[in-house]
């Protein structure tokens, strides 16, 4: 048989193991509270068993790690990464997105609907392993999945297919790591914009929170104490008060007003001392 495993990690830095549709692990974080989750599902602690109940509701409702994952949706936030890359994607400023998806590894993505429905509910992907059915509605929706055999997460080689196919602004989601770096560095020609959209921050040291904002063009605040702290001293745009968005570049600035005017809202700010009232904790 052929193995179905997949690693996930979320709500903090929790692991989660999905096999066959099942949990099969779940770790411990020392964050205990999100105020996303906290305004979403009343919940004040996430505990083991709120871990449990989140995830498998996430496989019950749109089949996360199974053959029967749901990849086009609409908005569920108003601004998460997701919902940037959409509205960029549907204005024209992006014209792919190299993405990555439980199932299916990583994916260069064209369709709006499809960047939502594989970002918009899964937390950071560890590892994966390929769903056959997964691939076929990726690919029947004009998605190019990276390595349809082993379901392979790396967003480098990604990238170089979506130049293959003659993108020219082309967005990247990643997790961090190194790779970020050779992302920014790769050679590319002189009508080529890459943008670098780094999610799932949580227990990044300082190091790698300035490499982070260094590279990136738009990093996502999670749970992370380093990305809180670097933020706090060099004070990029933002939006948000829960868990921010931070700015990186003014490309990146650019796409988060552009999500931020659609949908009516004030665009990003340089509001410091920001508003921590309401923060997750304990930052990671």
């Given at each position: 048989?052929?193995?179905d495993k997949h690693v996930i990690e979320t709500l903090g830095k929790v692991k989660v193991v999905i096999e066959n549709g099942e949990i099969t692990e779940v770790g411990s974080s020392d964050m205990k509270y999100c105020p996303m989750f906290h305004a979403m599902h009343k919940v004040d602690e996430l505990n083991e068993e709120f871990i449990r109940k989140n995830i498998n509701f996430r496989i019950k409702d749109f089949g996360m790690c199974t053959p029967d994952r749901v990849i086009e949706m609409?908005?569920?936030?108003?601004?998460?990464?997701?919902?940037?890359?959409?509205?960029?994607?549907?204005?024209?400023?992006?014209?792919c997105v190299v993405g990555a998806c439980d199932g299916a590894g990583t994916v260069i993505m064209t369709n709006?609907?499809?960047?939502?429905?594989?970002?918009?509910?899964?937390?950071?992907?560890?590892?994966?392993?390929?769903?056959?059915?997964?691939?076929?509605?990726l690919e029947e929706k004009d998605s190019i999945v990276l390595n349809p055999e082993t379901a392979e997460l790396n967003?480098?080689?990604?990238?170089?297919?979506?130049?293959?196919?003659?993108?020219?602004?082309?967005?990247?989601?990643?997790?961090?790591?190194?790779?970020?770096?050779?992302?920014?560095?790769?050679?590319?020609?002189d009508d080529v914009n890459v943008y670098i959209f780094v999610a799932h921050t949580?227990?990044?040291?300082?190091?790698?929170?300035?490499?982070?904002f260094?590279?990136?063009?738009?990093?996502?605040?999670?749970?992370?104490?380093?990305?809180?702290?670097?933020?706090?001293?060099h004070q990029p745009y933002y939006y948000g008060?829960?868990?921010?968005?931070?700015?990186?570049?003014?490309?990146?600035?650019?796409?988060?007003?552009?999500?931020?005017?659609?949908?009516?809202k004030p665009l990003s700010t340089k509001d410091y001392p920001r508003d921590k009232s309401d923060s997750p904790h304990e930052l990671i």
């Open positions: 048989m052929v193995e609409d908005d569920l936030v108003t601004v998460g990464i997701s919902e940037i890359l959409k509205t960029n994607m549907e204005n024209g400023s992006i014209d709006p609907r499809v960047v939502q429905g594989v970002g918009g509910r899964v937390s950071g992907l560890i590892s994966t392993t390929p769903i056959p059915e997964v691939i076929k509605n967003q480098l080689e990604g990238l170089k297919i979506a130049l293959s196919k003659g993108y020219k602004n082309i967005a990247i989601t990643v997790i961090p790591s190194p790779m970020i770096k050779e992302l920014r560095e790769y050679p590319l020609d949580t227990g990044v040291n300082a190091e790698e929170a300035e490499m982070l260094e590279y990136g063009d738009i990093v996502t605040a999670c749970a992370s104490k380093e990305v809180s702290r670097y933020a706090d001293e008060t829960k868990v921010p968005i931070f700015c990186a570049t003014e490309d990146g600035k650019r796409f988060l007003d552009n999500r931020l005017e659609k949908i009516n």
